[in-house]
């Protein structure tokens, strides 16, 4: 599967920014969905995902009540609504796919849906830089 994440751009503390992932080339319902982020230096940390119904979000504590991850199967796109800005969420955004190959969609562990191993299909990322 393709990825292309886009909707980053520069914005004031206290703002708000939705990032989109849209997929191509394999059924968007085969995979969980998954945000990640990195700044220079640092390793790349999970941010938030979803399952491939959307019946499970999962997130970091440090964007929890901040951050809202969606996905519309009918348009292969998943999105990352991002509110209350700061300056420390200033990063190279990812969105990530999960293959999934069970029928029933199941809460999993945090540990396993954070882990980057666990994802197969990376997008290109798209740059937020919030000011303050």
């Known amino acids: 599967v393709q990825l292309q994440a886009f909707g980053g751009g520069l914005v004031q503390a206290g703002g708000s920014l939705r990032l989109s992932c849209a997929a191509s080339g394999r059924t968007f319902t085969s995979y969980d969905m998954g945000w990640f982020r990195q700044t220079p230096g640092k390793e790349r940390e999970f941010v938030a995902a979803?399952?491939?119904?959307?019946?499970?979000?999962y997130y970091a504590d440090s964007v929890k009540g901040r951050f809202t991850i969606s996905r519309e199967n009918a348009k292969d796109t998943v999105h990352l609504q991002i509110n209350s800005l700061k300056p420390e969420d200033t990063a190279v955004y990812y969105c990530a796919a999960r293959p999934q190959s069970v029928v029933l969609d199941i809460r999993v562990t945090f540990s396993t849906i954070s882990q980057l191993k666990r994802y197969d299909y990376w997008g290109q990322g798209t740059l937020v830089t919030v000011s303050s």
């Open positions: 979803i399952s491939w119904s959307g019946k499970n979000t």
